[in-house]
């Protein structure tokens, strides 16, 4: 498991959600990983991935196609949503990518 984060600058928590997963797919497959499991706290995402919510909004349709290109590339893979409070070290990591406007992204 790595700690990663990244600092976006201004987005919707939308899309702060699926560049984090994008950037976790494109870490696993650097390291030559075949098997992935995310977990996320983002329902919205987790549920668009799985294919039960729809992509509405147009600027999140090319995250949805990259995660999903991305995630075909794993043997096997998998997405599980935690409720946010069960996920306190995402929300630290993210706190800290926040407050000193830095990524760790490798």
């Not at 919510?53 to 995630?71: F, I, S, T, W």
């Amino acid at each position: 498991m790595a700690e990663l984060y990244g600092y976006l600058g201004r987005a919707t928590n939308n899309v702060a959600e699926y560049e984090g997963l994008l950037h976790a797919l494109r870490y696993a497959l650097a390291r030559g990983a075949r098997r992935v499991k995310v977990f996320s706290d983002s329902e919205l995402v987790v549920r668009q991935m799985g294919g039960r919510y729809r992509v509405k909004h147009p600027g999140m349709v090319p995250l949805h196609r990259e995660a999903a290109a991305l995630l075909s590339r794993f043997e096997e893979a998998s997405l599980s949503h935690v409720r946010r409070e069960l996920n306190r070290d995402a929300d630290r990591l993210a706190n800290r990518a926040l407050d000193m406007k830095e990524s760790k992204l490798t």
